[in-house]
């Protein structure tokens, strides 16, 4: 895949960015948490179990039966594109997300540095994107919003989701007992299925970092590199709470009136 076409990057770009949400999405789009979500484990590192680790497989079939419930979720999202010199493009997005209410509510912000030119340039952008039902609304910055059906996106991202980030409960690893902001997680290394990745491989190896509470996701990372040339490589660190809590989803008013 080549990059060099500002028409076929800025797309790929755009692709990437409905990638990420729908990263972001995979691990709950079959699962959730029930009302004791909303009280985030005490526990530290000195709680850990002194005993043997708990099996990687037994982790990943409880997070998966305890999401079952769940309705929405608030993630911090960071994506990182790099080409050796060439460019760098970072994604921070901020989501919202109501399965129970089908309400998505996504602001990211993409800086991307271009050092194949001179001198080295060197943009960032703001966007927003509103999904309440089956109404959409997105924007670029403060430009007008562009209002529509949420049927595609949303098709778009089933699609990503029927296989994306179908974690192997087979052949998953517990590494070992961490803390993140004062949480005892159990870090478990496992295989996704991520078919969407162009030019990567599509069997990725996924760290997930659950929580010894009840194996709620806390946290999940991925890398990985492109086959084609030039060589991509790309960073994922997704964080997760809010588990439970309400998503207002209310769109701007011209498009809502469009409804």
């Not at 179990?49 to 419930?69: C, E, N, R, T, V």
């Not at 590494?175 to 870090?187: K, P, Q, Y």
């Not at 659950?210 to 946290?219: F, G, T, Y």
């Not at 790309?234 to 008013?253: D, E, F, H």
């Amino acid at each position: 895949m080549t990059l060099k076409e500002p028409r076929v990057k800025r797309c790929w770009i755009k692709g990437l960015k409905l990638v990420t949400l729908a990263l972001i999405l995979a691990l709950y789009f079959n699962g959730g948490a029930t009302n004791r979500f909303r009280a985030a484990s005490a526990q530290t590192a000195s709680q850990a179990s002194s005993g043997p680790l708990p099996a990687g497989p037994d982790l990943i079939a409880k997070m998966q039966d305890i999401l079952k419930h769940a309705g929405s979720v608030h993630i911090d999202s960071t994506l990182t594109v790099s080409i050796p010199n060439s460019s760098r493009t970072l994604v921070a997005q901020h989501v919202d997300y109501s399965w129970r209410d089908s309400h998505v509510s996504s602001r990211a912000t993409t800086r991307s540095a271009s050092f194949h030119v001179r001198p080295a340039t060197t943009t960032t952008a703001h966007s927003t994107t509103l999904i309440v039902g089956s109404r959409e609304a997105s924007r670029s910055g403060r430009d007008t919003w562009s209002c529509g059906s949420s049927k595609e996106t949303l098709k778009t991202l089933g699609a990503l989701l029927v296989s994306f980030l179908h974690v192997q409960g087979r052949g998953a690893r517990t590494l070992g007992a961490e803390t993140i902001s004062g949480m005892a997680v159990w870090h478990v290394r496992a295989t996704a299925y991520i078919p969407f990745l162009s030019g990567a491989p599509t069997d990725q190896q996924v760290d997930l970092y659950l929580a010894q509470s009840d194996a709620r996701v806390i946290k999940q990372t991925l890398a990985t590199t492109g086959t084609g040339q030039p060589t991509i490589y790309i960073t994922v660190a997704n964080r997760y709470t809010g588990y439970g809590t309400s998503v207002l989803g209310i769109l701007p008013a011209a498009c809502a009136e469009k409804g």
